[in-house]
């Protein structure tokens, strides 16, 4: 079983940042893949960026250019940068990660970008 425990979103105007972090509680080094995705109120959950334990990285394309992914698996943790956050950024982010086949959510954290 794997916990993680998502935050830094909260409320930014067009144009600005934000950090999320993802803490597991297990070894970052025994998951294979770490990321995000986000879900804006009557959407379906999307990808953002997803993170393998090879650094191989995966963007959806509305965030290319913009977002990076890193992960240190010495400190458990997945980051999320985003950069020149736009109004469609709005949304649920929530931290996944998937071990030995299984795959599991964090909790959510919420990231709102105003016009």
């Given at each position: 079983q794997v916990q993680l425990v998502d935050s830094g979103g909260g409320l930014v105007q067009a144009g600005g940042f934000l950090r999320l972090s993802c803490v597991a509680s297990v070894s970052g080094f025994s998951i294979n893949v770490m990321g995000w995705y986000r879900q804006a109120p009557g959407a379906q959950r999307?990808?953002?960026?997803?993170?393998?334990?090879?650094?191989?990285?995966?963007?959806?394309?509305?965030?290319?250019?913009?977002?990076?992914?890193?992960?240190?698996?010495?400190?458990?943790?997945?980051?999320?940068?985003?950069?020149?956050?736009?109004?469609?950024?709005?949304?649920?982010y929530y931290c996944y990660a998937?071990?030995?086949?299984?795959?599991?959510?964090?909790?959510?954290?919420q990231v709102t970008v105003s016009s």
């Open positions: 999307e990808l953002v960026a997803t993170m393998s334990r090879g650094s191989e990285t995966n963007y959806a394309d509305s965030v290319k250019g913009r977002f990076t992914i890193s992960r240190d698996n010495a400190k458990n943790t997945v980051y999320l940068q985003m950069n020149s956050l736009k109004p469609e950024d709005t949304a649920v998937r071990r030995f086949s299984r795959g599991y959510w964090g909790q959510g954290t």
